[in-house]
Nanobody, 123 residues
Framework: QVQLVESGGGLVQAGGSLRLSCAAS????????MGWFRQAPGKERDFVAA????????YYADSVEDRFTISRDNAKNTVYLQMNSLKPEDTAVYYC????????????????WGQGTQVTVSS
């Protein structure tokens, strides 16, 4: 069992930056691949980025490539999402999720989810 708690969301102007954190409980965190997803009002939950258990492989949605960076610190049981050059269309609730093996982009394949953190980008 892995419990996930996101933090770091907030209100930022377009062009600004935010760093999201996802703190995990449980000694098995380092064995899980981690993903970030986002969901805007009235829309489906979309894949943002994923990282493998070792932090050696990452994968991004085209819409955030070159602006967002996913990373992890297994010693701190934490995964991060650095978001730069934010746009109004990045406004959403951001969720982190854990997968026991690979880094799928399909949210239905993830095993554990956090409660989400709101990111609002003003124009």
């Amino acid at each position: 069992q892995v419990q996930l708690v996101e933090s770091g969301g907030g209100l930022v102007q377009a062009g600004g930056s935010l760093r999201l954190s996802c703190a995990a409980s449980g000694r098995t965190f380092s064995t899980y691949a981690m993903g970030w997803f986002r969901q805007a009002p009235g829309k489906e939950r979309d894949f943002v980025a994923a990282i493998n258990w070792a932090g050696s492989s990452t994968y991004y949605a085209d819409s955030v490539e070159d602006r967002f960076t996913i990373s992890r610190d297994n010693a701190k049981n934490t995964v991060y999402l650095q978001m730069n050059s934010l746009k109004p269309e990045d406004t959403a609730v951001y969720y982190c999720a854990a997968h026991s093996a690979s880094m799928p982009s399909n949210p239905d394949e993830y095993d554990f989810w956090g409660q989400g953190t709101q990111v609002t980008v003003s124009s």
